[in-house]
């Protein structure tokens, strides 16, 4: 099956700081890659699909990049509410497995 | 609106089973795939299986086979998961999702979940 890796695994960030999270495929999946945004008590919400696509009604700070095996998570402009842990995922084929995991939050 | 509402949180013996429903709104039922995700206290999100409503055809990890059993009732446009075998590293949230009409493993609608607790 393939990994998915995420790093790091935690950061804090000031407000206002550019935020990269990375995604790590074991074998390539093309641009099937999606972002999760999950809030502490909250469910997960899709950010980004397609790798860049950016999910109806979130803001354009977050945005997403790359193909293949290696993939990025950039929040331009950390704001308090993105106060999160993010996790990637494969969707081309089952199984869908997701990314460990990477949680942000404000210094 | 699409609405995904599951089944109350459960308390489980080790060895047991445990059968988790997800019923279905405001869609197609039979348009969609649905897939379980797990999530234990503290830790990130699993997938568990996936079955297509239309066909019924199911996908699980690796790691679950043989224990986990995802099925439909089309006429109740309810999924279910069973889980046998229940340990106390099954203790978790459980919760169902529904694929995007093009993407299966593409998670739009989360139902709100449901704890599922393995104790002696």
């Known amino acids: 099956d393939i990994q998915m890796t995420q790093s790091p695994s935690s950061l804090s960030a000031s407000v206002g ?12 999946i093309s641009n099937y890659l999606a972002w999760y945004q999950q809030k502490p008590g909250k469910l997960p919400e899709v950010l980004i699909y397609d790798a860049f696509t ?4 979130v803001p354009s700070r977050f945005s997403g990049s790359g193909s293949g095996t290696d ?17 990637c995922q494969r969707y081309n084929s089952a199984p869908f497995t997701f990314g460990p995991g990477t949680k942000v939050d404000i210094k | 609106q699409v609405q ?7 308390v489980k013996k080790p060895g047991a089973s445990v059968k988790v429903s997800c019923k279905a709104s405001g869609h197609t039922f039979t348009s969609y795939g649905f897939s379980w995700v ?5 830790q990130g999100l699993e997938w568990m299986g996936w079955i297509s409503a239309y066909h019924g055809n199911t996908d699980y990890a690796q790691k679950l086979q043989g224990r986990l ?12 998961m069973e889980l046998r075998g229940l340990t106390p590293d099954d203790t978790a949230v459980y919760f169902c999702a529904r694929g ?13 979940g449901t704890l599922v607790i393995v104790s002696s």
């Open chain 1, 54 to 57: 950016l999910q109806s009604g």
């Open chain 2, 4 to 10: 995904l509402v599951q089944s109350g949180a459960e």
């Open chain 2, 69 to 80: 059993t995802v099925t439909t009732d089309r006429a109740t446009s309810t999924v279910y």
């Open chain 1, 17 to 28: 700081d550019r935020v990269t999270i990375t995604c790590r495929a074991s074998q390539g």
């Open chain 2, 100 to 112: 995007h009409i093009s993407a299966a493993g593409l998670f739009e609608y989360w139902g709100q």
């Open chain 2, 38 to 42: 797990r999530q234990a206290p503290g």
């Open chain 1, 71 to 87: 993939f990025t998570l950039t929040i331009s402009s950390l704001q308090p509410e993105d106060v999160a842990t993010y996790y």
